[in-house]
């Protein structure tokens, strides 16, 4: 049996020991986390393919936690549990592309059921995404013309002493659009490309702004990189190389 890295995320010590126990017993590698910054330290050092985070928490809540985990580990899978359900928190965590969310107290069965689907829509995502050798590998460093190096294998930056790193789907993005400058991809092909997973036209542009900003925002601090990344409007994206 595969074994998964999970994180435990809960202030009560009972409940976040019980869930602990719970998935050791299926064979896990699990750790465990009191509060919402101690889990984003943890999933910024360590591998975590899934995370159960408590919604209400001192300090950092459970949707804020998640934000932050969507940018410094996409991959990472993440189910929501809470005493306190309601359509708004529901809706919220829809839009942060949650797993599942489940409502306090759920049962062994329920957690276990849920953590499966999720590790295997996380291992399906995971093949997905995993790059396949071919010709457009050996193009993994793009040099423009001031000097600025896109070494998309590190997916790394650079322009004399100023680096910026990209998280995995910044990188598995820019990639994508940099290899086929000016080709139009849409808002749906570049979820599939990117993620790893088919949606619909009307979510796939909702799921691809708050990543496409994000590299914009990186890719701004390079002269020769600021404004590649075109939006077509009702489309979706291309890069504009030098005309």
Do not use: C
């Not at 890295?5 to 986390?33: C, F, M, W, Y």
């Not at 994508?176 to 542009?205: C, W």
């Not at 990543?211 to 979706?236: A, I, M, N, Y």
Request: a neutral charge; glycine letters at 6%; aromatic letters at 4%.
């Amino acid at each position: 049996m595969m074994k998964f890295n999970i994180l435990v995320v809960d202030d009560e010590p009972v409940a976040r020991q019980s869930l602990t126990d719970i998935l050791k017993l299926e064979g896990h590698l699990v750790n465990s986390a009191p509060n919402g910054q101690a889990a984003v330290e943890h999933v910024r050092t360590h591998p975590v393919d899934l995370m159960i985070v408590d919604l209400r928490m001192p300090g950092m809540d459970g949707l804020e936690v998640v934000q932050v985990v969507n940018q410094v580990s996409p991959e990472t899978e993440v189910i929501l549990l809470t005493a306190y359900g309601s359509t708004e928190t529901a809706i919220q965590a829809l839009r942060l592309r949650i797993h599942d969310y489940l409502l306090k107290p759920a049962s062994p069965a329920q957690i276990i059921a849920s953590v499966k689907k999720g590790l295997a829509r996380r291992t399906t995502r995971a093949k997905a995404t995993t790059p396949i050798p071919d010709v457009d590998e050996t193009i993994a460093v793009f040099n423009l013309k001031d000097g600025t190096s896109v070494d998309l294998s590190r997916r790394q930056i650079k322009h004399k002493s100023k680096v910026e790193h990209l998280t995995p789907a910044e990188g598995r993005l820019l990639r994508i659009l940099m290899e086929n400058e000016g080709k139009v991809f849409s808002h749906r092909e570049l979820v599939l490309l990117v993620q790893g997973y088919d949606t619909s036209q009307r979510e796939a542009p909702e799921i691809l702004r708050p990543l496409v900003s994000r590299l914009r925002h990186k890719l701004d601090q390079f002269p020769s990189l600021s404004e590649r990344v075109v939006s077509v409007r009702g489309t979706g994206y291309l890069y504009e190389g030098d005309k």
